[in-house]
């Protein structure tokens, strides 16, 4: 009988362990091997006892893929953990990329075809940040990187205007770092020129973690000195609506329901 080669490439959501999904805790705990940040296996803590950490620092993602498929191919049940849904901006795709590198005869690792993979998702934290202030993913939403250390200034510039011009929901994924902090900034202002000044914006800081800040603000007050890379961002569109019901405070984006009600 052939030996099962097992990797889960697992999503654990932003962070609280109420929000991990049911299928990920069954995966870590049928793994022998854990791959990860050190940070995420923190977070999810008890569920990481009696497993094999393997912890890569922040930049050795393409380190973390090949690891787990090595693991994975000699044997040992593994699970590959980003925080977040692992297919959003994470580990997913790297793991992906690899398999087809390989298919095209540009890796030499025919065993990592052998190993089964279960892409297991996890709560993204643009969901998380909506769910913390009511419903404002509620209609057409999308994201975009303000990172461009894999991807292109150009390329994010024109994503920028275009959902602008859509008048998506926006929410901004790695808004500013040591090195970059005038991208946010850049993305205010276009986004300023296709929707009111006054659109609610949500800065979501570590998000269901114990240290978590939720702030609402206008379009026109966001600066990216008020924001870091563990913060989200995400803008209402032309209709998201910020509504005060004493000391409740809500944003709501509406699909559109005001003809029937």
Same mark, same amino acid.
């Given at each position: 009988?052939?030996?099962?080669?097992?990797?889960?490439?697992?999503?654990?959501?932003?962070?609280?362990?109420?929000?991990?999904?049911?299928?990920?805790?069954?995966?870590?705990?049928?793994?022998?091997?854990?791959?990860?940040?050190?940070?995420?296996?923190?977070?999810? !803590?008890?569920?990481?006892?009696?497993?094999? =950490?393997?912890?890569?620092?922040? /930049?050795?993602?393409? /380190?973390?893929?090949?690891?787990?498929?090595?693991?994975?191919?000699? !044997?040992?049940?593994?699970?590959?953990?980003?925080?977040?849904? $692992? !297919?959003?901006?994470?580990?997913?795709?790297?793991?992906?990329?690899?398999?087809?590198?390989?298919?095209?005869?540009?890796?030499? =690792?025919? &065993?990592?075809?052998?190993? &089964?993979?279960?892409?297991?998702? !996890?709560? #993204?934290?643009?969901?998380?940040?909506?769910?913390?202030?009511?419903?404002?993913?509620? =209609?057409?939403?999308?994201?975009? #990187?303000? #990172?461009?250390?894999?991807?292109?200034?150009?390329?994010?510039?024109?994503?920028? =205007?275009?959902?602008?011009?859509?008048?998506?929901?926006?929410?901004?994924?790695?808004?500013?770092?040591?090195?970059?902090?005038?991208?946010?900034?850049?993305?205010?202002?276009?986004?300023?020129?296709?929707?009111?000044?006054?659109?609610?914006?949500?800065?979501?800081?570590?998000?269901?973690?114990?240290?978590?800040?939720?702030?609402? $603000?206008?379009?026109?007050?966001?600066?990216?000195?008020?924001?870091?890379?563990?913060?989200?961002?995400?803008?209402?569109?032309?209709? #998201?609506?910020? $509504?005060?019901?004493?000391?409740?405070?809500?944003?709501?984006?509406?699909?559109?329901?005001?003809?029937?009600?």
């Amino acid at each position: 009988m052939s030996l099962k080669k097992q990797l889960f490439v697992v999503g654990m959501g932003p962070g609280n362990a109420d929000l991990v999904a049911p299928k990920a805790l069954k995966a870590v705990e049928q793994s022998t091997d854990l791959v990860a940040y050190g940070l995420y296996l923190d977070l999810l !803590g008890e569920p990481c006892n009696n497993k094999v =950490h393997h912890d890569l620092p922040l /930049g050795e993602e393409i /380190g973390r893929a090949r690891l787990a498929l090595d693991l994975a191919a000699s !044997g040992k049940t593994t699970s590959l953990i980003s925080s977040g849904d $692992i !297919g959003i901006y994470a580990m997913a795709t790297l793991v992906f990329e690899l398999l087809d590198r390989q298919l095209q005869g540009l890796e030499d =690792h025919p &065993e990592w075809l052998d190993v &089964e993979i279960d892409v297991i998702p !996890g709560i #993204s934290a643009m969901q998380a940040g909506a769910s913390r202030i009511g419903a404002m993913l509620g =209609h057409d939403f999308c994201t975009v #990187s303000l #990172s461009d250390l894999l991807t292109p200034w150009e390329t994010i510039d024109k994503r920028i =205007h275009s959902a602008g011009e859509g008048d998506f929901v926006i929410s901004f994924y790695n808004p500013v770092s040591k090195k970059r902090d005038w991208q946010l900034n850049h993305a205010r202002d276009v986004l300023l020129k296709y929707r009111p000044a006054s659109t609610p914006v949500l800065l979501g800081r570590q998000l269901t973690r114990e240290d978590e800040t939720i702030r609402i $603000i206008r379009l026109d007050e966001l600066d990216a000195k008020d924001v870091d890379m563990f913060t989200l961002v995400s803008v209402g569109n032309s209709e #998201s609506r910020h $509504i005060i019901n004493g000391e409740k405070s809500w944003v709501y984006t509406p699909r559109g329901y005001k003809k029937k009600l």
